[in-house]
C-alpha cells in the first residue's frame, strides 16, 4: 500500500494563494494516477484534480484556472498549487491514489479561506 502524507494548508484571505504538498511513499509512484479530493462540512468528499502518470491532468469545473496540479515523480510529491481562492474553497483536503485494487489516503490537510 502506498502511504500518502499531506501538508500544506491553513488559513488565507479570498483572492490568496496556498501550495498543498503530499509525499507518497514506495517505488511506484511513478506509474500512479494522483488525486486531490475535498470534502467541506457537511458535503460529500469530492474530485478537485488528477494527474495521470504521463503528466495529463484534469480537473472540478469550479477550480480550473484557479488550481493546477503537478507531479515531482524524482521526489515522489505531487503539488496541488492553488490561486485565487475563494470562500466555498474551504474544505479538508486529501491526497489520494490506488495501486492494483488498493487504494490510499493521506490525513488530510485544512485549507480556510476566510476574512
Known amino acids: 500500500q502506498v502511504q500518502l502524507v499531506e501538508s500544506g494548508g491553513g488559513l488565507v484571505q479570498p483572492g490568496g494563494s496556498l501550495r498543498l504538498s503530499c509525499a507518497a511513499s514506495?517505488?511506484?509512484?511513478?506509474?500512479?494516477?494522483m488525486n486531490w479530493y475535498r470534502q467541506a462540512p457537511g458535503k460529500q468528499r469530492e474530485l478537485v484534480a488528477r494527474?495521470?502518470?504521463?503528466?495529463?491532468?484534469n480537473y472540478h469545473d469550479s477550480v480550473k484556472g484557479r488550481f493546477t496540479i503537478s507531479r515531482d515523480n524524482a521526489k515522489n510529491m505531487v503539488y496541488l498549487q492553488m490561486n485565487s481562492l475563494k470562500f466555498e474553497d474551504t474544505a479538508v483536503y486529501y491526497c489520494?491514489?490506488?495501486?492494483?485494487?488498493?487504494?490510499?489516503w493521506g490525513q488530510g490537510t485544512q485549507v480556510t479561506v476566510s476574512s
Open positions: 514506495g517505488s511506484v509512484f511513478s506509474r500512479l494516477a
Open positions: 494527474i495521470l502518470s504521463d503528466g495529463s491532468t
Open positions: 489520494n491514489t490506488r495501486f492494483g485494487v488498493v487504494g490510499s
